[in-house]
């Protein structure tokens, strides 16, 4: 049986955009299941002191996730994925920034109904997608954001890298992950990070 990795993801993140591509890498050259799920990087951070420009962003990050959950809704857990791809490569590889337009264009990439856009205006998908974020961020705890990832029990934030490993390096990076990450007691391991997201 292919070893079942869950992934939350924000689709404005471009971090967590990288590490999904990383995933899909690895489980070309690993046995994975990789199956995608929606947090919200406006709901982790609701309450917080942020600056202006910051909370500006967090409101325009809440009409692609509730089309994310509205997809799944419609149509069943395997949809999130590819339309999130379809956000991806519009938004971040493209630099396609119009909120409509990418909404629009990227169901229409993922074969999925049109209609659904309208969802991003509209507070009935709230409640799933709060617990949807909660499934993912609960086992991790509020000091992290996105991309995180659950392998059975384990839970953690990251791997932050750019660009997205390749081939058998993204399955050596998975095998490490994993390793490090399923050491009892293990919390943190980090760098000063000295590079912009790559989408090469």
Request: with cysteine.
């Amino acid at each position: 049986m292919p070893q079942k990795v869950d992934l939350w993801v924000d689709p404005v993140c471009p971090w967590a955009w990288i590490t999904s591509r990383w995933l899909l890498e690895a489980a070309k050259v690993r046995d994975l299941n990789v199956q995608f799920h929606v947090m919200s990087l406006a709901v982790l951070n609701e309450g917080r002191d942020m600056s202006e420009e910051y909370l500006e962003l967090l409101a325009r990050t809440w009409g692609p996730v509730r089309v994310l959950i509205a997809a799944q809704q419609r149509h069943g857990d395997q949809v999130v994925e590819p339309l999130y791809s379809a956000m991806g490569e519009r938004y971040h590889v493209a630099g396609e920034k119009d909120p409509d337009a990418l909404l629009v264009d990227s169901l229409r990439d993922a074969g999925l109904e049109e209609d659904l856009a309208k969802a991003a205006y509209v507070t009935d998908y709230d409640d799933a997608l709060r617990a949807s974020h909660f499934e993912g961020m609960n086992p991790v705890g509020f000091d992290v954001g996105t991309p995180v990832i659950h392998v059975g029990d384990i839970a953690f934030f990251g791997p932050v890298v750019t660009p997205a490993p390749k081939g058998e390096a993204a399955g050596t990076l998975f095998d490490g992950v994993l390793a490090v990450a399923s050491t009892p007691g293990f919390y943190e391991l980090k760098r000063t990070r000295s590079e912009e997201p790559s989408f090469q």
